[in-house]
């Protein structure tokens, strides 16, 4: 069975973080493992308190799991600050991880800010060299690449500068209002639009989330990038379409929609 493992931040809502992450590997076909970096306490409706474990632990969760059971991925989410993600950049480069895919987390659905301002030069200095992807929203890409992103064509500009800066492929996802949640890859200085329907759920809580480690879990099982983004995107929107309300803000998705085991059934 393939492998993969999420490093990110514990969400108590289970609609994103960690929880989203073990949810969407587990269902998208592989083993689910997770090292986490920080503990949340929130819910729908924003964070009311974040508490990072130390660099020391951090280290002892990524080589507990390499020094066991290999991950054949590896997704990175919610990292706030520089020394945490200085820990991972080295022990990712001493296991010689590959398939790594950054989802650089810096502002939460609610509008809650997850990433300390100085630990953004860290990330795109010492994890994204190391990603086979990074898939930024709108706001992400802008502080990545420094250019105002409004048009389909910025979206192009900004995704070839990231890339081409940090050598890695870029996902722009633009879900921002900018079109119709069409996202755009950049591989290679090659660029392929992914075209997405707008679904009409406002319970959108983890999207991103989501939508990273299915493409890591796909990485893992060994589909080509843009296959697993495709892959990734039919997925997120099967779980958005599902029309999961829970929650009394921006609720989380329902990763088990396909879920069809008699283990799932509900009593009579």
């Given amino acids: ?6 490093i990110a ?5 289970g609609g994103a973080g960690i929880q989203a992450d073990l949810k969407t590997m587990t269902m998208n076909g592989v083993y689910a493992m997770s090292a986490i970096t920080a503990l949340t306490a929130q819910n729908t409706t924003g964070v009311r308190a974040i508490m990072e474990v130390t660099p020391e632990f951090l280290q002892q969760q990524i080589d507990a799991v390499f020094e066991d059971i290999r991950p054949d991925a590896v997704k990175i989410g919610m990292v706030s600050s520089g020394e945490l993600i200085r820990v991972i950049a080295e022990r990712l480069r001493f296991y010689r991880a590959g398939n790594v895919v950054v989802d650089p987390v810096m502002v939460a659905t609610s509008g809650s800010a997850l990433m300390k301002t100085d630990a953004v030069q860290t990330l795109m ?8 992807l ?4 709108i706001p992400e890409a802008e502080i990545l690449s ?4 409004r048009t389909a064509e910025d979206m192009e500009k900004a995704a070839k500068q990231i890339s081409g800066d940090r050598h890695c492929a870029v996902l722009l996802k633009g ?3 900018i079109n119709d949640a069409n996202d755009l890859l950049c591989e290679d200085g090659k660029i392929t639009w992914f075209e997405g329907k707008r679904i009409d759920n406002p319970n959108t809580h983890g999207t991103g989330c989501t939508l990273s480690s299915a ?3 796909n990485l893992a099982k060994g589909f080509a990038l843009d296959e697993s983004v495709r892959r990734a995107k039919e997925y997120i929107s099967g779980a958005l379409g599902a029309m999961l309300d829970l929650g009394k803000g921006a609720g989380p998705m329902k990763h088990n929609f396909d ?3 008699r283990f799932a059934e509900e009593a009579n």
């Fill in 9 to 13: 931040g514990s969400d108590s809502s």
């Fill in 134 to 137: 990074v898939t930024p929203n």
């Fill in 146 to 149: 420094g250019m105002s992103i």
């Fill in 215 to 217: 493409i890591a879990a």
């Fill in 175 to 177: 879900g921002h209002s």
């Fill in 125 to 132: 200095d010492e994890l994204l060299p190391l990603a086979e």
């Fill in 259 to 261: 879920l069809n085991s």
């Fill in 1 to 6: 069975m393939k492998t993969a493992l999420t």
